[in-house]
């Protein structure tokens, strides 16, 4: 079993930025790939960024550009910088955890609201 736990989101005026951390606990299967996906209200879930135990990384065409994901092995961090935030990037942020030794994990959500 594995425990996600997010934090960092909140509210930002657009242009602004926020960081958003989350940490994984448990019995974790490596290799793994980490990320960001985010659900707007009245939209489905959608990545925004993922990162695998190796570095590689992959990003939405939205955020690309202006949101960058890392991660640290050793503590089993993921970490997404947003810069130059949008209106259109309010949303539930999750983390997520997905490695071919296991099951999908998923974290419990941070809200993330950017005014106009």
């Known amino acids: 079993q594995v425990h996600l736990v997010e934090s960092g989101g909140g509210l930002v005026q657009a242009g602004g930025s926020l960081r958003l951390s989350c940490a994984a606990s448990?019995?974790?299967?490596?290799?793994?790939?980490m990320g960001w996906y985010r659900q707007a209200p009245g939209k489905q879930r959608e990545l925004v960024a993922t990162?695998?135990?190796?570095?590689?990384?992959n990003y939405a065409d939205s955020v690309k550009g202006r949101f960058t994901i890392s991660r640290d092995n050793i503590k089993n961090t993921v970490n997404l910088q947003m810069n130059s935030l949008k209106p259109e990037d309010t949303a539930v942020y999750y983390c997520?955890?997905?490695?071919?030794?296991?099951?999908?994990?998923w974290g419990q959500g941070t809200q993330v609201t950017v005014s106009s």
């Open positions: 997520n955890l997905d490695s071919r030794w296991d099951r999908e994990y």
């Open positions: 448990g019995n974790i299967f490596s290799p793994n790939t």
């Open positions: 990162i695998s135990s190796s570095g590689s990384r």
